[in-house]
T-cell receptor, first 109, second 116 residues
Framework: GQNIDQPTEMTATEGAIVQINCTYQ??????LFWYQQHAGEAPTFLSY??LDGLEEKGRFSSFLSRSKGYSYLLLKELQMKDSASYLCAAVDSNYQLIWGAGTKLIIKP | GAVVSQHPSRVICKSGTSVKIECRSLDFQATTMFWYRQFPKQSLMLMATSNEGSKATYEQGVEKDKFLINHASLTLSTLTVTSAHPEDSSFYIC????????????FGPGTRLTVL
């Protein structure tokens, strides 16, 4: 079956760095998305990786290892507004998005 | 750019009534639109994929007669929840893409449906 695993909840301190991991098992692979979702709102796009390696975009970076079925989202210089759920979604061979359950990130002062 | 609107943002209705939710791409033509449902503290669950001018493709377990989807134009898709029941109460989110599903999906703000 197809499966996405990510931690349910993480806590970090304002100004620090946090890494949110995601492992995936899909039938075929056509890339992986990270989305941010604040409570009661729709997801917003953060990143898309299809090749191995790290992609940096401001305070957020996303890494992919296709051979390991693994990705992470790295958030630097954490701000209180970064408190949200972070959703990992992999694209399978049918170009369908397989969504993880999301990681709730709690930022403390 | 790439803005998707959804209307209404919140609706409360009585059991047995039908509710229509609109999803519009405001500044681009959406060849494909997706409808998701999200229960509290759970991930997004894809309900159906719709392409303009053709019938929607429903995910397994989603009743097509209960959740009617119409994608009449490249900028508008509607989801009608027919004969809604309390268990249909959820957060419904649409998204749109200009290409295949592996392209970036632009999400609408969501519609909170509460069925009494």
């Amino acid at each position: 079956g197809q499966n996405i695993d990510q931690p349910t909840e993480m806590t970090a301190t304002e100004g620090a760095i946090v890494q949110i991991n995601c492992t995936y098992q899909t039938s075929g692979f056509n890339g992986l998305f990270w989305y941010q979702q604040h409570a009661g709102e729709a997801p917003t796009f953060l990143s898309y990786n299809v090749l191995d390696g790290l992609e940096e975009k401001g305070r957020f970076s996303s890494f992919l290892s296709r051979s390991k079925g693994y990705s992470y989202l790295l958030l630097k210089e954490l701000q209180m507004k970064d408190s949200a759920s972070y959703l990992c979604a992999a694209v399978d061979s049918n170009y369908q998005l397989i969504w993880g359950a999301g990681t709730k990130l709690i930022i403390k002062p | 750019g790439a803005v998707v609107s959804q209307h209404p943002s919140r609706v409360i209705c009585k059991s047995g009534t039908s509710v229509k939710i609109e999803c519009r791409s405001l500044d681009f033509q959406a060849t494909t639109m997706f409808w998701y449902r999200q229960f509290p503290k759970q991930s997004l669950m894809l309900m159906a994929t719709s392409n303009e001018g053709s019938k929607a493709t429903y995910e397994q377990g989603v009743e097509k007669d209960k959740f009617l989807i119409n994608h009449a134009s490249l900028t508008l898709s509607t989801l009608t929840v027919t004969s809604a029941h309390p268990e249909d109460s959820s957060f419904y989110i649409c998204s749109a893409t200009t290409g295949s599903s592996y392209n970036e999906q632009f999400f609408g703000p969501g519609t909170r449906l509460t069925v009494l």
